[in-house]
């Protein structure tokens, strides 16, 4: 992979010494093997020099890769990231990770392939059965786990809405617990609030008002200045929509304020599922 031309860049960019970087680590001898693409060093020591460098291995990989991702880790990124609901990105996503996996073995894209035919099956109107039939073996192989970690969750969470409402709700439960270990990890705070987030809709399905709106509240309250705004409107929105089933009024406050928010970006898309997802609850 040449890691080491890469390394030596860094730390020249960096003006560091060869003797401060392998100092405890390695010897200036391979150090200098290693910088040179001559031998490999093994993990621990590599992960030792990135320390050294105030770096992390995804920083790293992303400059490694002329400052941009590697292939697979934009696949799955472009894949967490995509709207569900459109078709022709479904197929796009599809038509990219057979691409990939037809030169490399990896089974999270051959998970990620299964839940893109799962989808594309509901938006061709195969059926909600032949569609959960795709992704119930990744189900039934993570739930044998004994520990999930960070991919693992965001996998689980594309295929929650697949499963019925009440088997949804104590999976993402089950997620949100065992999240709680990784309350101090910076990268897990975006996850917990799409988690909650979809959450408040499984619960809204299965006409428990009074818990989704308790969720939706903390949400709010507890991240309200850092919440991106397609986050936040979504918040609002399902808010008025529990204020409506629990106390009917004929006027929609929090769902007003959503689509003022979404209008200030020009987010038509999310404007109309907003709308139309409020008009499904609310007749």
Same mark, same amino acid.
């Given at each position: 992979m040449n890691y080491g031309s890469t390394l030596k860049v860094i730390r020249k960019n960096k003006g560091y010494s060869q003797q401060y970087l392998a100092k405890n680590i390695l010897s200036q001898?391979?150090?200098?093997?290693?910088?040179?693409?001559?031998?490999?060093?093994? @993990?621990?020591?590599?992960?030792?020099?990135? %320390?050294?460098?105030?770096?992390?291995?995804?920083? @790293? !990989? @992303?400059?490694? %890769?002329?400052?941009q991702n590697a292939k697979k880790t934009q696949l799955v990124?472009?894949? @967490? !990231?995509?709207p569900y609901n459109s078709k022709e990105e479904l197929k796009r996503m599809l038509m990219a990770i057979d691409e990939y996996?037809?030169?490399? %073995?990896? $089974? $999270?894209? %051959?998970?990620?392939?299964?839940?893109?035919?799962?989808?594309l099956h509901l938006r061709e109107n195969l059926g909600m059965e032949n569609a959960r039939k795709l992704v119930t073996p990744i189900w039934t192989r993570m739930s044998a786990l004994h520990n999930w970690y960070i991919t693992d969750f965001r996998l689980l969470n594309s295929i929650l809405y697949f499963f019925p409402t009440d088997i949804a709700i104590e999976i993402s439960n089950n997620m949100l617990q065992r999240l709680k270990k990784y309350k101090k990890f910076e990268e897990v705070k975006n996850l917990k609030l799409?988690?909650?987030?979809?959450? !408040?809709?499984?619960?809204?399905?299965?006409?428990?008002?009074?818990?989704?709106?308790?969720? $939706?509240?903390?949400?709010?309250?507890?991240?309200?200045?850092?919440?991106?705004?397609? !986050?936040?409107?979504?918040?609002l929105s399902r808010k008025e929509i529990c204020l409506q089933k629990l106390l009917p009024s004929n006027e929609t406050p929090y769902l007003s304020k959503a689509i003022e928010l979404v209008k200030i970006y020009n987010d038509d898309s999310l404007l109309q599922t907003i709308t139309l997802e409020f008009g499904q609850y609310i007749h």
């Open positions: 001898s391979s150090f200098s093997k290693f910088e040179h693409n001559q031998c490999d060093i093994n @993990f621990v020591a590599f992960h030792q020099l990135l %320390e050294k460098l105030n770096m992390t291995y995804n920083e @790293f !990989s @992303f400059i490694h %890769e002329g400052f990124q472009d894949f @967490f !990231s995509m996996l037809q030169y490399n %073995e990896d $089974l $999270l894209l %051959e998970d990620l392939r299964l839940v893109c035919l799962a989808l799409t988690l909650c987030i979809n959450l !408040s809709l499984l619960l809204i399905k299965n006409k428990q008002y009074k818990e989704a709106l308790q969720i $939706l509240n903390k949400l709010l309250n507890e991240n309200l200045k850092i919440m991106p705004y397609q !986050s936040l409107a979504v918040c």
